[in-house]
């Protein structure tokens, strides 16, 4: 257990709608990272931010943003779900310059 | 050409065998180099970061890095059949501490 954790674990919703995606942080990480797992392929990158603010973004459109919290918790808020944003959603943790990622169980996302 | 290259496998080996997985990579900036397992179904586990050139070895796995070859890989000495998983090989991108992430290589260790 990294002491990441995400919720929901599992979510179906349908095209055009909107979903958030919550993340803790593990105890003393001050930086939350997301990525994005399609079936069969590597993570990709997709934000991550540090300290409340946005610090590097991947090649993902506007419709993906997020937020973190003072306790360092974090959204992942996507707009208008299209079919393909249908995947794993990790969320990783890890203390300023090390960059040394702990990621939780994930949400598997599903779009209809 | 992606930033990451592995091959996806399946590498089979048997059990109590050493299993090596490659990985290269076009980024020379690159400084830090992880291996993560995944199980089916499951999220990344860090089983090892590699930050100079050379092996760092942990129990059963040991870390190789050449930077000039832009070459990492994974060694696991006496493979297990829970061994088999997908290993993801990474290193930190460019902008800020973002990971880059390969394909991943399917290893499947038979009893």
């Known amino acids: 257990e990294t002491g990441v954790t995400q919720s929901p674990t599992h979510l179906i919703k349908t095209r055009g709608q909107q979903v958030t995606l919550r993340c803790s942080s593990q105890s003393g990480h001050n930086t939350v990272s997301w990525y994005q797992q399609a079936l069969g392929q590597g993570p990709q990158f997709i934000f991550q931010?540090?300290?409340?603010?946005?610090?590097g973004r991947g090649n993902f459109p506007p419709r993906f943003s997020g937020l973190q919290f003072p306790n360092y918790s974090s959204e992942l808020n996507v707009n208008a779900l299209e079919l393909d944003d249908s995947a794993l959603y990790l969320c990783?943790?890890?203390?300023?310059?090390?960059?040394?990622?702990?990621f939780g169980q994930g949400t598997r996302l599903t779009v209809v | 050409q992606k930033e990451v290259e592995q091959n996806s496998g399946p590498l089979s080996v048997p059990e109590g065998a050493i299993a090596s997985l490659n990985c290269t990579y076009s980024?020379?900036?690159?400084?830090?180099f992880f291996w993560y397992r995944q199980y089916s179904g499951k999220s990344p586990e860090l089983i090892m970061s590699?930050?100079?050139?050379g092996d760092k070895e942990d129990g059963r796995f040991t870390a190789q890095l050449n930077k000039a070859s832009q070459y990492v890989s994974l060694l696991i000495r006496d493979s297990q059949p829970s061994d088999s998983a997908t290993y993801l090989c990474a290193h930190e991108g460019n902008a800020g501490n973002m990971l880059t992430f390969g394909g991943g290589t399917r290893l499947m260790v038979k009893p």
């Open positions: 931010y540090y300290r409340e603010e946005e610090n």
């Open positions: 990783a943790s890890s203390w300023g310059g090390n960059t040394e990622a702990f």
């Open positions: 980024d020379r900036v690159s400084q830090s």
């Open positions: 590699i930050y100079s050139n």
